[in-house]
């Protein structure tokens, strides 16, 4: 088949969660005969404003074009954000040239609708992951500006609209400290314009999500969360599978010392702050604990500038920066136990099916997708979701606790994680469910 693949970044420049997964899924359909795609976002602040820069790549044998505008200077930034019409033309003409079998769309973040759209005008069988709440939320987490979560999104888009005002700085910075009658006060400003636009947001969310052949919840939490906009026969869950070639053939390294380790973005949503806050909890005798952070900054360098500041005085907490995904088994072999300590509800992080397979135990919050990948007390911990004092006792336990230290590990061995080739299969019995049916659909109006 001929595979397109969109997708809001790639690497080498982009490095998390739905780039990896595109970079992984890209070069498995490469290797299986497949002929493959990928389009992606590099920029949206260079260029110009009316043309979308459009520029044919290589990486690691993958196609890949990357597409530059600037959005920031657009007429209608706001509106661009989740509907862009130079986008939508530029699929469009794309489509009618290239005429894919397939296009398997990763999130919306940058891409918008547009892309969608074109993909159904030109009757391109089409697939969409999830790989956040963008579909749902303008903050992509369902995060409120003030830090507390969405358990459901907001019946009037007023409400999302004043997150999403208020989200913004000098606000969000200060905007908690406030006191509660004058920060209600402040949120409860009237926003017309914004909520009309807002309003407008989620019906062309939701007219976009009806186009799509097959919406792809990697997580039950996703799944759940999305029920409401997709009809069951369309929404499917699948967990995303890895290489586990050789993460499971690690050899651990010994000793007393217990090292934690984090992996990921080093971002005020990823909780990194829950986690340093917690390990300087710790009861510990001098070189009994390590913290390792592996991860850049790259979005939010304040936030990692504040981290490594009260971080300072302790040398058993090492920043090691952001890192080469290749090096993804040397860097867990120095693992004893994962940390994800989240303030938003994750969707399904590899980090954790990346440490499964490497048989190392998981300490999470407990929320999202993240609590329905580990068993409480057989291959992993969880606590209470941005609290550091229930995060330290967790990790004081394994810390303290010899049994539970051998009782944790040996679950993680046992753990049996869905690798590439088997989420290969699931997905290819997708693509065959969705061309067949489109093609039936065409055949009706011959």
């Known amino acids: 088949m001929r595979i397109v693949l ?21 070069r498995w359909l490469l290797e299986h005969g497949h002929e493959v795609e990928v389009i992606t976002i590099e920029a949206i602040d260079c260029g110009s404003s009316t043309q979308i820069n459009a520029k044919h790549d290589w990486y690691d044998g993958i196609p890949v074009w990357r597409l530059s505008f600037n959005l920031i200077a657009a007429p209608q930034r706001r509106l661009w954000e989740f509907d862009n019409e130079l986008l939508g033309k530029w699929f469009d003409d794309y ?11 990763q999130a919306g973040y940058l891409l918008g609708v547009a892309p969608l759209f074109a993909a159904a005008g030109r009757q391109i069988p089409t697939l969409l992951t999830l790989h956040d709440y963008w579909y749902l939320c303008p903050q992509h987490t369902l995060q409120r500006s003030d830090g507390a979560l969405c358990a459901t999104v907001p019946d009037d888009p007023a409400v999302c609209a004043r997150c999403r005002l208020w989200g913004n700085e000098p606000y969000a910075r200060v905007g908690y400290r406030l006191p509660p009658t004058l920060r209600r006060l402040i949120e409860n400003l009237p926003v017309g314009a914004d909520s009309k636009l807002m309003k407008l947001r989620r019906e062309r969310l939701r007219a976009a999500l009806a186009s799509v052949a097959m919406v792809i919840a990697p997580s039950q939490f996703m799944r759940r969360q999305m029920q409401h906009l997709v009809a069951p026969d369309r929404l499917v869950f699948s967990r995303i599978g890895i290489d586990t070639t050789q993460l499971n053939q690690l050899v651990k390294r010994g000793g007393d010392t217990v090292r934690f380790g984090y992996l990921g973005q080093v971002a005020q949503h990823k909780g990194v702050h829950v986690l340093v806050d917690a390990f300087q909890r710790l009861s510990v005798e001098t070189q009994s604990a390590e913290l390792h952070i592996w991860g850049g900054d790259e979005a939010s360098p304040a936030y990692g500038q504040r981290l490594r500041k009260v971080a300072q005085d302790n040398p058993q907490i090492v920043f090691h920066g952001r890192y080469d995904n290749r090096r993804l088994p040397e860097i867990l072999e120095g693992f004893d136990y994962l940390v994800a300590p989240s303030v938003w509800y994750e969707n399904c992080p590899l980090t954790i099916l990346e440490a499964y397979a490497a048989s190392i135990p998981v300490i999470c919050s407990d929320h999202g997708g993240l ?15 941005g609290d550091a004092a229930d995060l330290a006792q967790a990790m004081q336990r394994v810390v303290d606790d010899a049994d539970l230290n051998r009782r944790l590990q040996e679950g993680a061995r046992q753990r049996n994680v869905l690798d590439i080739d088997g989420e ?13 049916h489109r093609e039936g659909v065409a ?4």
Not at 95 to 105: G, T, V
Not at 443 to 446: H, L, N, T
């Open 6 to 26: 969109p997708v809001h970044h790639f690497p080498p420049r982009y490095s998390a969660g739905a780039e990896l997964y595109t970079y992984r899924l890209a």
């Open 95 to 105: 489509f009618e040239r290239q005429r894919p079998d397939l296009a398997h769309f």
């Open 371 to 385: 609590a329905e990948l580990v068993e409480p007390g057989k291959d992993g911990l969880i606590f209470r979701p």
């Open 424 to 436: 290969m299969q699931n997905l290819m019995q997708l693509y065959a469910a969705v061309v067949q």
């Open 443 to 446: 055949a009706e109006y011959v």
